[in-house]
């Protein structure tokens, strides 16, 4: 079973350059087009929240330090 994640995006940094949403190997994100930051930009946020392993490739091509990635532990499995 693959390890799950979840990111946190700051909307005081995202610019909504969809770095992020572009590289994501699971399809996991998006720009949330119903909202909009402090600053004008409609921020990256979770599309399907299940599907993220955390990767953590969205934090490192995010070129305004604005994702943070979190794993959840995993739990072992008794025989």
């Keep these: 079973m693959p390890a799950k994640g979840y990111i946190e995006v700051n909307e005081l940094y995202c ?3 969809e770095l992020c ?3 994501c190997p699971h399809d996991v ?23 993220c392993t955390g990767c953590q490739i969205c934090a490192v091509v995010c070129p305004d ?14 025989a």
């Excluded at 909202?35 to 990256?44: I, S």
């Excluded at 330090?65 to 008794?78: F, G, H």
């Design 29 to 51: 994100l998006a720009l949330d087009m119903t909202r909009l930051t402090p600053k004008g930009y409609h921020p990256a946020y979770m599309v399907d929240p299940g599907a």
């Design 15 to 17: 610019k909504a350059c």
């Design 65 to 78: 330090a604005a994702i943070t990635v979190y794993r959840y532990a995993r739990q072992k499995v008794e």
């Design 21 to 23: 949403v572009a590289d």
